[in-house]
């Protein structure tokens, strides 16, 4: 089993549409969690950290589930410029951290 | 604006070269990171750094090795470049532990 799982899509929505994706990890001592975004050809920007009591950022909340191992964005009014691969990043050790491959996004006119 | 520059944005080097590629960042960061991402498999790590002269290896650090002599420059150091080592090189800072990373913008490295 990957320690870091996502479907990889891609999810294709339409404009205004709400989008949920999760992420799963197997390390139950896992520490701090992240969303990233990552157009095509570009490096991954830092979209969110993901905090036990849940957070959220204009259109995007992330969720932690400890219980389950899993964590999630919803993105709410989904904009063309939503577009993107997100990443889920967890981190397993001081040093380590273990990306997932990316969940596709396309949000269609 | 805080930034992870990377030295070059595409390489095509010949196999068996020595290959360079440097990474600066101007955040006064203590981590540095080296990942190679390629399709289906995600980002996989090299190599980093949690401070100057210090180093680590990350899950795939065969062939390669790395130097940081000074605190903002992280240096990844084919020694003898290999076709299976065509891939997306990403350099990467960190402010301390529960921060994210900050990328530089990549090298897209083909080895012929």
């Known amino acids: 089993r990957k320690e870091v799982e996502q479907d990889p899509g891609p999810f294709n929505v339409p404009e205004g549409a709400t989008v949920a994706f999760n992420c799963t990890y197997s390390?139950?001592?896992?520490?701090?969690f992240f969303w990233y975004r990552q157009d095509c050809r570009k490096e991954p920007k830092l979209l969110m950290s993901?905090?036990?009591s849940g957070n959220e950022d204009g259109r995007f909340t992330a969720q932690l589930n400890r219980a389950s191992q899993y964590i999630s964005l919803l993105i709410r009014d989904s904009k063309l410029s939503d577009s993107a691969t997100y990443l889920c990043?967890?981190?397993?050790?001081?040093?380590?951290?273990?990306f997932g491959t990316g969940t596709r996004l396309k949000v269609l006119a | 604006d805080v930034k992870v520059t990377q030295s070059s944005r595409y390489l095509v080097k010949r196999t068996g070269e020595k290959v360079f590629l440097e990474c600066v960042q101007d955040m006064d960061h203590e981590n540095m990171f080296w990942y190679r991402q390629d399709p289906g498999l995600g980002l996989r790590l090299i190599y980093f750094?949690?401070?100057?002269?210090?180093?680590e290896k990350g899950d795939i650090p065969e062939g390669y090795s790395v130097s940081r002599e000074k605190k903002e420059r992280f240096s990844l150091i084919l020694e003898s470049a290999s076709t299976n080592q065509t891939s997306m090189y990403l350099c990467a800072s960190r402010r301390a532990q529960n921060y994210g990373y900050t990328f530089g913008s990549g090298t897209r490295l083909t080895v012929v």
């Open positions: 993901v905090y036990s």
């Open positions: 990043v967890v981190r397993s050790g001081t040093y380590k951290y273990i």
């Open positions: 750094s949690y401070d100057v002269k210090m180093k």
């Open positions: 390390n139950s001592a896992s520490q701090s």
